[in-house]
Structures are given as C-alpha cells and as structure tokens.
C-alpha cells in the first residue's frame, strides 16, 4: 500500500554531484513530515536531514552535510528529493527517505513510520 522509492544514487569521484528522489505512492506527503538517513558499512543508521514540522518549512541537516545537501520537496509531485554537491568519501552509504512521526526531544529520537528501500551513494576518491 505505501511505499517510498528512492532513486538517483550511483558512484561519483570526490567532489561531484547526485540528485536523490524519494516518490511516494498510497500516502499523501502534503502534511507529512519527512527525512534522509543514511548508513554506511558497519555503521548504524544516522539521519541526514529531517523536516522540523508537518508538511515542510524548515529542516535540520546534520553537521557533516550542511552547506553541502539540500532538502527539498514537491507536492505536486509527492516527492522529496536530496540535492547533495561536493560529495566526499565519507558520504558513502545507502540513503533512505523515510516518514517520520513524534519526535522526542528527551531521547533525541525520531518516530519512523515508514522507510523506503534506499538508494546506493558511492563517493570514491
């Protein structure tokens, strides 16, 4: 019923470029409030960027990424999409658009309500 399909990964030199596609189908993104995550080998899962309200606004990018990938969305199209620029090695990883429900700011955890399958990102140097 619902899904996220991520697309627009692939393998780039140090420095280059990838645009990141996330399309939903059987859910509604306009009211939604929604995220990258991303995780590398042997490393847990770690967010990227997440939307701070329903339906967008504002966002919250992860130190390592800020300056560099930018979030947006497109409600026409159901879609969010992660422009990421001057790409480096460490950005390497499988990256996720997820759906995110409460967050609690005592823990500092996320609510995840649904996950797309991820989209393979490889920076080789």
């Given at each position: 019923?619902?899904?996220?399909?991520?697309?627009?990964g692939g393998m780039v030199q140090d420095g280059g470029s990838l645009r990141l596609s996330c399309v939903a189908s059987g859910l509604t993104l306009v009211n939604a409030r929604m995220g990258w995550f991303r995780q590398a080998p042997g490393?847990?899962?770690?967010?990227?960027?997440?939307?701070?309200?329903?339906?967008?606004?504002d966002t919250y990018y992860t130190?390592?990424?800020?300056?560099?990938?930018?979030?947006?969305?497109?409600n026409a199209e159901n879609?969010?999409?992660?422009?990421?620029?001057?790409l480096k090695s460490e950005d390497?990883?499988?990256?996720y658009c997820v759906v995110l429900g409460e967050f609690?700011?005592?823990t500092v955890r996320e609510e995840f309500l649904y996950w797309g399958l991820g989209t393979q990102v490889t920076v080789s140097s």
């Amino acid at each position: 019923q619902v899904q996220l399909v991520e697309s627009g990964g692939g393998m780039v030199q140090d420095g280059g470029s990838l645009r990141l596609s996330c399309v939903a189908s059987g859910l509604t993104l306009v009211n939604a409030r929604m995220g990258w995550f991303r995780q590398a080998p042997g490393q847990e899962r770690e967010f990227v960027v997440v939307e701070t309200r329903s339906g967008g606004g504002d966002t919250y990018y992860t130190d390592s990424v800020k300056g560099r990938f930018t979030f947006s969305r497109d409600n026409a199209e159901n879609a969010v999409y992660l422009q990421m620029n001057n790409l480096k090695s460490e950005d390497t990883a499988v990256y996720y658009c997820v759906v995110l429900g409460e967050f609690d700011p005592a823990t500092v955890r996320e609510e995840f309500l649904y996950w797309g399958l991820g989209t393979q990102v490889t920076v080789s140097s």
